[in-house]
């Protein structure tokens, strides 16, 4: 079975500043993909970012970024020039390639707050 | 365009009661789901519906029912609520292309208290 970890609960960071969020994984899949979602206060999940396992190069989305380091079995977070919106709780997620394709496995999330 | 919608936002029962979660995607998603978020937890999946007429289950379906109404419509049933049903319910529906496999769309969520 998949697991998902993300072994920082709450980070802070001020606002401009870059920080790096972690999450590693197990799997004895080859081919699977990778996920960040965020879920502001309001609630509603957003997806971050997304990569496939099988794509050496890192995703990124404007100032975010990825960081896959697939032997290592990691996929850390990176913000930059954080912004006050950018508090939230973002979750770590896994797909299998071959699985359902909603079936996500997702981490316990970490609580980021951005601070003026 | 609404996205996913889901009511009620809120809503308290006893234990035994029963009650259903609604569910609707203006889309034209293929793939409907419905997780819950516990305190100090990530998502698990409960059950979901790959296409209009196919239902299967999640990690935690256990004390739950599903219907797959309509392309639009994925409803989520509590025959018989229990404390450990209290939750945070979230809808989500997908496309099922290349590209996207995973990309979820959620709705705002529905707290469930079960007393």
């Known amino acids: 079975a998949q697991t998902v970890t993300q072994s920082q609960p709450e980070m802070s960071v001020q606002e401009a500043e870059t920080v790096t969020l972690s999450c590693t994984y197990d799997?004895?899949?080859?081919?699977?993909?990778l996920f960040w979602y965020k879920q502001p206060p309001s609630r509603q999940m957003i997806l971050v970012i997304r990569q496939e396992a099988y794509k050496q190069q890192n995703a990124t989305e404007n100032r975010f970024s990825v960081n896959f380091q697939k032997a290592a079995k990691s996929f850390s977070l990176k913000i930059s020039d954080s912004q006050l919106g950018d508090t939230a709780m973002y979750f770590c997620a896994f797909m299998k390639h071959g699985g359902s394709q909603g079936n996500l496995i997702f981490g316990k999330g970490t609580k980021l707050s951005v601070k003026p | 365009n609404a996205g996913v919608t889901q009511t009620p936002k809120f809503q308290v029962l006893k234990t035994g009661q029963s009650m259903t979660l609604q569910c609707a995607q203006d889309?034209?998603?293929?793939?409907m789901y419905w997780y819950r978020q516990d305190p100090g937890m990530g998502l698990r999946l409960i059950y979901y519906s790959a296409s209009e007429g196919t239902t299967d289950k999640g990690e935690v379906p256990n004390g739950y029912n599903v219907s797959r109404l309509n392309k639009r419509e994925f409803s989520l049933r509590l025959e018989s609520a229990a404390p450990s049903q209290t939750s945070v319910y979230f809808c989500?529906?997908?496309?099922?292309?290349?590209?996207?496999?995973?990309?979820?769309?959620f709705g705002a969520g529905s707290r469930l208290t079960v007393l």
């Open positions: 889309m034209n998603h293929n793939s």
């Open positions: 799997t004895s899949e080859n081919n699977y993909y």
């Open positions: 989500a529906s997908s496309e099922a292309r290349a590209g996207l496999r995973g990309v979820l769309t």
